[in-house]
């Protein structure tokens, strides 16, 4: 989620995804195992525990997150579990069709003892999340499940996210598999894909700025559903990260261009059963999608918007009974995830400034 909901990746591979069995989908990565592993056991599993670097990391970045904390209310809804739940509980208050999509902050581990202890964290916030009663989904990123860990990363997040989604599956809870660089997207788009011959509550992300999502977005729509049985769940997106040019679109207006082309596909030209989501916060597309779905109605259909941006269009939506879902992260690491917001807009960095000076005000002034 971004901008427009963030999502996207970084490798020059523009090759279609690949699954062996479906004819349709061009080979463009490894494939995936016909059978995952998912013993719940097995994650959080490490054979080193984290050393030095890693206690101190432990302890500095959580003490900062503490002290900016009341600056990063704006995006974040706190540290823990039940800070997402209880901003939930508010959401889900304010109108029947109005849910989250919940978060745990974090990217791009390379050592073992982080992807164990987030995946850890998954299955208690799953366990949160049911024993609670909000209407809440989450969303989890491949580079926090272990994908990049040297020697067996994709082994490690497959299996990592597979146990996740079985037992949020087993709990009624929907996840996101949200989408990152271009050097990760394969292994996603693949993983996702198998998953519908099992799973029926997990999402897809597809990101505008690739020059390959147009071919992706048909091909998922056109499965062949006597292999893939259970109909596909997608959320359009823009996209965030840099690309090279070799793969993304890289102008402004080419972007919002292929964006708009991918809602309309996805929408007019898929079946009613596959499940539409439209990231963004842009009156344009939002609109848009409102419009094309109600001449072309589907199983699902929802805006998801960031918290913290445009409140005023979220309430819009609202009351115009738009199924809306706020991606409401939390964790430890809302440091930078907070600072990627506000640089994202001269308006949101000055406030973010504002706000951080306060809380330091407040920290040593008025204890």
């Not at 989908?25 to 719940?40: F, R």
């Not at 003892?113 to 989450?138: C, F, H, N, Q």
């Not at 918290?307 to 005023?312: C, K, M």
């Not at 930078?336 to 001269?346: L, V």
């Amino acid at each position: 989620m971004d901008d427009e909901i963030r999502t996207v990746d970084e490798d020059p591979n523009p090759s279609d995804f690949s699954a062996d069995d479906n004819p349709q989908i061009n080979a463009g990565a490894q494939t995936l195992p016909a059978e995952s592993a998912s013993d719940n056991g097995d994650v959080g599993k490490s054979k080193k525990g984290p050393g030095a670097v890693a206690m101190i990391y432990q302890r500095i970045i959580p003490a900062l997150n503490r002290i900016f904390l009341p600056a990063f209310k704006i995006w974040v809804a706190g540290e823990g579990i039940d800070d997402a739940i209880r901003e939930t509980g508010k959401l889900n208050n304010m109108h029947p069709d109005a849910t989250t999509i919940i978060n745990y902050l974090g990217e791009h581990y390379m050592e073992e003892w982080k992807v164990d202890r987030t995946a850890k964290e998954y299955l208690t916030a799953l366990e949160r999340i049911d024993k609670s009663g909000v209407r809440a989904t989450m969303s989890l990123k491949p580079s926090q499940m272990g994908f990049d860990v040297p020697g067996r990363g994709e082994e490690l997040a497959e299996r990592n996210m597979t146990a996740i989604i079985e037992q949020a599956q087993a709990l009624g809870i929907f996840v996101w598999v949200d989408m990152e660089h271009t050097s990760y997207t394969d292994f996603t788009l693949n993983t996702c894909i198998e998953w519908l011959k099992r799973f029926d509550n997990a999402g897809i992300v597809l990101q505008a700025n690739l020059r390959r999502t147009m071919a992706d977005l048909r091909a998922i729509i056109a499965l062949d559903r006597s292999i893939y049985p259970i109909p596909p769940k997608i959320r359009l997106c823009k996209g965030i990260y840099k690309e090279p040019e070799a793969v993304a679109f890289v102008r402004k207006p080419e972007i919002n261009e292929n964006f708009g082309a991918l809602i309309s596909e996805l929408i007019i030209n898929s079946p009613p059963d596959v499940w539409v989501a439209v990231g963004s916060h842009d009156d344009v597309y939002v609109n848009q999608s409102i419009r094309e779905i109600g001449d072309h109605p589907h199983e699902f259909f929802e805006v998801q918007m960031l918290r913290g941006v445009r409140p005023e269009l979220q309430k819009e939506l609202m009351e115009r009974n738009v199924k809306l879902a706020i991606y409401t992260p939390y964790g430890e690491d809302s440091l930078p995830y907070s600072f990627r917001r506000a640089t994202g807009s001269n308006h949101l960095t000055a406030t973010i400034i504002r706000s951080l000076l306060s809380g330091v005000y407040r920290r040593v002034y008025q204890k």
